[in-house]
């Protein structure tokens, strides 16, 4: 059963995509995908609050890692954790003579890895998700004082996107305690967040 607090920050996950899906429903998607990745935020602060509470990550790192963007990825640990336990479907397919033809497992490792992983941490990692919440909310302008127009067009495929995302969110909340324990040691482990520069680089190869 999850702690008190964890289970209220989970809840409160669940009541902003509900809300993300009624203004959808209405056409407003800008706010609607913005209170979307609130709610991914949300599921990554319960997984922090838990790892924390059961001793799989130390209270000195959780807070070094509390940033938005250090909660949004935290999605990519639950989809690198799907890619490990797929290469173990392999591994009991071939120990049970049901893999005819067996590939390296350092190749299919990897090859699982990019499917699963690599577009949720490339869209927590290089600001995309944090771009969508703050154009959500916020009209932004240059130093020049003019409007910067998103990088994207908020419609119905866009929200769709990022609501598939946050249910899986809500899901990765829901483990079970020994795939927290697992997905808390990739989080210790991830790479450090790419630099603001290069954060912004990579939002301007989407305008």
Known sequence: MMPESVAAIAAN???????????????SFRTAIALAVLSIEESGKACLALWTKDGHLPSSAASL????????????TYRKLKAINSVGKVVEKRDAGDY??????????ARTLDEHARLPVAKADFGLLDHFKQAGFYVDLNERLEVVQPGVVFDQDWFDMVEEDTTECLEMVRSSATDHKIMAVLYSSADELPSPSERHAALREQR
């Open 13 to 27: 996950a669940e009541r902003l995509l509900t809300d993300a899906k009624l203004l959808a429903t209405n056409g």
């Open 65 to 76: 890692k509390r940033g938005h963007i250090n909660k949004q990825r935290i999605f990519g």
């Open 100 to 109: 005819a033809h067996e590939p390296s497992l350092v190749k299919d490792f």
